[in-house]
Nanobody, 125 residues
Framework: QLQLVESGGGLVQAGGSLRLSCVVSGTTLRMYYGGWFRHTPGKEREFVAAIRWSGGGRYYADSVKGRFTISRDSAKNTVYLQMNSLKPEDTAVYYC??????????????????WGQGTQVTVSS
């Protein structure tokens, strides 16, 4: 069993930066991927970024490529999402997720079996 707790959300002006953190409690020995997704009302949960926990692969949605960076500190069991050059359309609730069930490339919500509670990011224009 894992528990994920996000932090770091808030209100920022367009062009600004935020760093989201996700602390993973429990054993991560079988964790294949850590991911970030976001959700806005009326839309489906959207993939943002993913990282292979054992290292070697980072993946991004086209909409955030070049602006967001996903990283992880395995010693601290923490996944980060550095968000730069934020735009109003980045406004959403951001969720951290963990995949411990399937080692395949994990870019969709269905690949993840553990989720955090979400943190609100609001970008003003």
């Amino acid at each position: 069993q894992l528990q994920l707790v996000e932090s770091g959300g808030g209100l920022v002006q367009a062009g600004g930066s935020l760093r989201l953190s996700c602390v993973v409690s429990g054993t991560t020995l079988r964790m294949y991927y850590g991911g970030w997704f976001r959700h806005t009302p009326g839309k489906e949960r959207e993939f943002v970024a993913a990282i292979r926990w054992s290292g070697g692969g980072r993946y991004y949605a086209d909409s955030v490529k070049g602006r967001f960076t996903i990283s992880r500190d395995s010693a601290k069991n923490t996944v980060y999402l550095q968000m730069n050059s934020l735009k109003p359309e980045d406004t959403a609730v951001y969720y951290c997720a963990a995949n411990t069930k399937d080692g395949g490339l994990s870019l969709s919500p269905g690949m993840y079996n553990y989720w955090g509670q979400g943190t609100q990011v609001t970008v003003s224009s």
